[in-house]
């Protein structure tokens, strides 16, 4: 057996031949042994380093084995102590065992006894220090479940629902803080009342009937309480045995979900009947041609087939408007983190779009673009869709030869970019609705005018993605501006 690798053990004794007797018998066991002559050697030596046992012998010439025992416990080394004595009485045997000794070992002893007693005491120290990394493990794993238990906690406290638990006697077991809020109450005012009479009032009385006859399923309903809709849930829970321990109460606030959702089914309403006039013009022009109720000559069907071509050619618009929104919803967003990106080409694109049109109702264009402006941040094919609707708005709602005018200039941080026309405006009442989706101005010079309402929500969605804003100033019968701001690249 390698030399140390059973134990470090420390031999103090003042006598040299029993301090290198034992020190020769124990290294021929396989212990390590250091020697100490005085108490004082011993404590230095235990400093520094661990040891495993120490040996003491009761009489030192500095400090008695009793004040070296005293010494040790005091400063808590993690050692096994034996006293060794030839004076040995009843007193000092007391005494060191007030000292905490672990054994106590008379002189003489025959090398088997030391031997006996040292693998004893380090048998013992190994089962403590075992014993010790057991507890110290309980422990932690106590302060994890502490942890956990008070994550719950803060977990049910801060849950937006509001939550009750109440328990087989119908008090209150636990409740966090939205319920306490929606009860005009605090929490430590609600714990242990009956439910019955914290959720008074007849805008509870549903949940009360709930809870007073109890389904074994859970229950789900929804509620009023002023403008704001809530759902219900009340389930029941069990221990592991399956008894019934008590329930629990949710009460949601659904009101943005049933906003949302209405929203959702206007639109497809109105989407339904975007779709519904024009087929239904087109299946009347189709009616008459069939019916040839314009006579056998192609020709005198020819108007009522372009505007059938009209109406087609806006269902396609159409579809192509209702692609682009759900597109937008489902794609990520772009924002900030798009390259920038130089707006001229774009603009010269759109603008070349529009050309024949400009042309053909005698607008003046003009395009301007600040000198060196830096890059904006979208990207190029939303930059392009939101031009495209705006400068053919400012295109189909202006006059005769009027203006029309885009400016890409530089606002503070952010690039501006202005599209104005000299037009028919917009009723300033009529100015907060115009971004939102199917909105048309309905009036007399408007009417004609071909479109779906869907522009202007798809250029807002799509600055917004961008992280930007669309802002309008509009005098009815003078002209609108439209005006994009979009974040500038560094
Ligand atoms: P669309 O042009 O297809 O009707 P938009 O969403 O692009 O749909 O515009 C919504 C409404 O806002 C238009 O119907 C129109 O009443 C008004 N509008 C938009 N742009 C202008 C403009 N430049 N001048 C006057 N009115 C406009």
New binding site residues.
């Given amino acids: 057996m390698s030399v140390g690798k059973k134990g470090r053990i420390l031999v103090v004794d003042d006598e040299y031949g029993i301090r290198t007797g034992v020190h020769q018998l124990l290294e021929l066991e396989g212990y390590a042994v250091e020697e100490a002559q005085t108490g004082r050697d011993a404590l230095a030596a235990l400093e520094r380093r661990p040891f495993d046992l120490v040996l003491i012998d009761y009489r030192l010439p500095d400090i008695d084995g009793l004040t070296l025992l005293q010494a040790i416990r005091s400063r808590e080394f993690d050692v096994m102590t034996c006293m060794i004595t030839a004076y040995a009485n009843i007193e000092t045997a007391i005494s060191a065992t007030r000292q905490g000794v672990d054994f106590f070992l008379p002189k003489p002893f025959s090398p088997e006894d030391l031997i006996g007693v040292v693998e004893t005491l380090l048998r013992h120290k190994a089962v403590r220090q075992e014993a010790e990394e057991l507890k110290l493990a309980h422990e932690a794993s106590l302060l994890e479940l502490a942890s956990e238990k008070s994550q719950t906690h803060s977990l049910v406290e801060n849950l937006r629902d509001a939550v009750l638990v109440v328990n087989r006697s119908g008090e209150v077991a636990l409740v966090n803080r939205a319920m306490a809020s929606l009860l005009d109450s605090e929490e430590g005012r609600l714990l242990r009342q009956p439910a019955e009479a914290i959720l008074s009032g007849e805008r509870f009385t549903p949940v009360r009937d709930a809870l007073a006859t109890p389904a074994p399923g859970r229950t789900l309903f929804d509620m009023e309480i002023g403008e704001r809709q809530y759902m219900v849930s009340l389930s029941p829970f069990h221990s592991a045995k399956r008894d019934l321990l008590g329930h629990i109460l949710t009460i949601s606030d659904i009101s943005e979900i049933r906003r949302l959702a209405l929203e959702k089914s206007r639109f497809i309403r109105t989407m339904i009947h975007e779709f519904r006039s024009p087929l239904g013009a087109i299946k009347g022009i189709l009616e008459v041609a069939l019916d040839r109720s314009l006579g056998g000559s192609l020709d005198a069907y020819l108007p009522l087939l372009d505007r059938a071509e009209k109406r087609l050619d806006g269902m396609v618009e159409l579809i192509g408007n209702l692609l682009s929104l759900s597109r937008i919803e489902m794609e990520k967003r772009g924002g900030a983190s798009t390259r920038p990106i130089d707006p001229t080409p774009v603009l010269n694109e759109v603008g070349e779009l529009y050309r024949e049109r400009v042309q053909a109702r005698s607008l003046t264009f003009a395009a301007t673009v600040e000198p060196d402006l830096p890059g904006v941040c979208v990207g190029a094919e939303d930059l392009r869709i939101m031009l495209t609707?705006?400068i053919?708005?400012?295109v189909?709602?202006?006059r005769e030869g009027g203006e029309l005018g885009v400016r890409v200039s530089r606002a503070g941080g952010e690039a501006r970019i202005d599209?104005s026309?000299t037009?028919?405006?917009?009723r300033a009442q009529?100015l907060p609705h115009?971004?939102d989706e199917f909105?048309?101005?309905k009036?007399p010079e408007?009417r004609e005018?071909?479109?779906?309402?869907?522009?202007?929500?798809?250029?807002r969605r799509l600055v917004e993605r961008a992280s930007g804003r669309v802002e309008?100033s509009?005098t009815e019968g003078a002209?609108?501006t439209?005006t994009l701001f979009l974040p500038l690249g560094a």
């Fill in positions: 609707n705006l053919g708005n400012a189909k709602y202006n599209v026309d037009g028919l405006g917009i009529n115009v971004f909105f048309r101005e009036r408007t005018i071909e479109g779906n309402g869907l522009g202007l929500a798809i250029v309008v509009s002209g609108s439209f």
